[in-house]
């Protein structure tokens, strides 16, 4: 309760800072310097919890040191299929990438603000899975989250498996991610990629390690938030060392 406070508190101050900011042309010249990482870190501070501005800035919410590998991923793979665990501005961002991109949301909320924001790209399907109304007995399924007591997420995260295709990258941003990467194995195109979100998190290392994929860890600045995170990519091992 204490850290939820907090972060509201965070994020109301930043709000006012960012209105102020906008008055006197910081939020300006810092657009006009968003090729510069540091600049771009600063404006995307004020674009917290605000799906527009991370719209805008052309940002999905992981390192920037991931976004730039994943970046590079998708130009070496034209019209790539992404399956992603969880929507925001980070759907928008791979759909100007990639070909075709499918994203379940579990919050009918957000799935509902984010219709407007997806219209004028053809290429997104974005799909509402919403918890199961009763407790899995597989813990893999059930989330930590207090709001989702009593429910499990095993609808959500095999909605991959139900699309029947493979996928060049996977993201896995949303809830039950130990499940969700457990499952996406299968889903995984030839040479594809997963891209695990805030693996910071101490609970996400063991799922990460059983996976027997490849892991490369990005750690660092991360758009909108004022401290380091990190984002993991993994992939699959060849019998020589190097990844595929």
């Known amino acids: 309760m204490i850290k939820l ?3 509201q508190a965070y ?3 930043i709000r006012v800072l960012g209105v102020v900011a906008q008055r006197i042309g910081l939020l300006g010249w810092l657009e006009r310097r968003q090729d ?3 600049a771009h870190w600063i404006r995307a501070l004020f674009a917290i919890y605000d799906v527009d501005q991370m719209i805008a800035l052309d940002v999905p919410w992981w390192t920037y040191r991931a976004i730039d590998k994943v970046d590079q991923f998708l130009a070496s793979r034209p019209n ?3 399956f992603e665990f969880g929507s925001g501005a980070s759907t928008i961002w791979l759909a100007r990438r ?3 991109v499918h994203s379940t949301e579990h919050d009918k909320g957000w799935y509902d603000l984010m219709q407007s924001r997806i219209a004028t790209y053809p290429n997104i399907r ?3 899975v919403q918890p199961d109304p009763s ?3 597989n813990p893999l399924y059930h989330s930590q989250k207090e ?5 499990s997420f095993e609808s959500y995260v095999h909605a991959i498996s139900r699309t029947g295709q493979t996928y060049d990258l996977i993201v896995i941003d949303g809830r039950a991610r130990p499940a969700c990467l457990q499952v996406a194995q299968s889903c995984l195109a030839q040479g594809g990629m997963i891209v695990f979100d805030n693996t910071k998190r101490a609970r996400y290392d063991q799922a990460i390690r059983n996976s027997g994929l490849v892991a490369e860890h990005f750690g660092g600045m991360t758009p909108s938030l004022p401290y380091p995170d990190k984002t993991t990519l993994l992939r699959r091992a060849l019998a020589d060392g190097r990844h595929v």
């Open 5 to 7: 406070k907090a972060k």
């Open 11 to 13: 994020v109301k101050t």
């Open 36 to 38: 510069r990482r540091v």
């Open 80 to 82: 790539a299929s992404v």
């Open 98 to 100: 990639a070909g075709i």
């Open 126 to 128: 974005l799909d509402c």
């Open 135 to 137: 407790l899995s007995e």
């Open 147 to 151: 709001s989702y007591a009593g429910q």
